[in-house]
């Protein structure tokens, strides 16, 4: 059964060091998401991309947040400079498109840690 | 804003019995989605069971069922024959049904059910 993948599965970082979380979503999908989850919390909405351009983003998705998709498997998560609050589970999903199937399935998620 | 809220932050369950989680959501849009996603220790999000807004049938998904109510806007997970294996984290997920588009998941602030023999 098909699946999205996500690397590294755990990152610790230095504030102030940039982090690039990668993603291949699965196959014949067309939109992706990132969505975030701070331990304990609940499950918060980054953006979604659809045809090479962000859909949505949220407020928590700001200049130090970048998506981009740069080739035809992989779609990354960069932040430019981590704070200690980036701290937090990342998880990558991804959707079919036009087909009225609107499930998002998730990868297993990156653990990033900043020190 | 689309808002879920899960007024149960854990609930506990006899193996083979049957629990019931609960999920209310506030929305204007006549077309939308509803999931519940299990979470397990290892934090990774699996579907358990979607529902669309048109369809008046409740979705079932082996022992997972739920009881939706549209003008209540209720959501609840009905889990039959509780298993050790549904120990997780649940939650409650709202989707914009606007077909062709990225639209994103609102998520609940879930509830961790437990399972005891």
Redesign the interface.
Known sequence: EPEVTQTPSHQVTQMGQEVILRCVPISNHLYFYWYRQILGQKVEFLVSFYNNEISEKSEIFDDQFSVERPDGSNFTLKIRSTKLEDSAMYFCASSEAMTGEETQYFGPGTRLLVL | AQTVTQSQPEMSVQEAETVTLSCTYDTSESDY?L?W?KQPP??????VI?Q?AYKQQNATENRFSVNFQKAAKSFSLKISDSQLGDAAMY?C?Y?R?L????????????TRLQVTL
């Open positions: 989605y999931f996603y290892s934090r990774q999000m699996i579907l979607r669309e939650f997920a989707k049904g077909t062709g588009t990225a639209s994103k998941l609102t998520f609940g602030t879930g």
